[in-house]
């Protein structure tokens, strides 16, 4: 029986089931030209009707003041009722 033959068969040795590499933190960061792209396609936008403009603030301004008051609460749990990290999260967490 040839053993080498049946582990290149083997699942756990076959290329196609090998993960894509993950790219180093480097390659994620945007070159400047990227960022020159990324600001020709926001002023792409600029054609847009107004109501979409008005649904973006309006969306950009809840999460703005949903997540402001949460820290909000976390913070007055810490300082005013001495509540540890821990125990001002739980509040936190069963309330948002």
Not at 4 to 24: E, F, Q, R, Y
Not at 63 to 87: C, G, P, R, W
């Amino acid at each position: 029986i040839n053993k080498t033959s049946s582990m290149t068969n083997s699942p756990l040795h076959n290329d196609a089931a090998v993960p894509p590499p993950i790219p180093s933190m480097m390659q994620s960061f945007a070159t400047p030209v990227q960022h020159l792209s990324r600001l020709s396609e926001l002023k792409s936008l600029g054609g847009s009707p107004i109501e979409l403009w008005v649904t973006f603030a309006i969306k950009f301004l809840d999460s703005l003041a949903n997540f402001s008051m949460h820290t909000i609460l976390v913070l007055y749990l810490t300082q005013e009722f001495a509540y540890s990290d821990v125990k001002a999260g739980s509040v936190y967490g069963g309330y948002g």
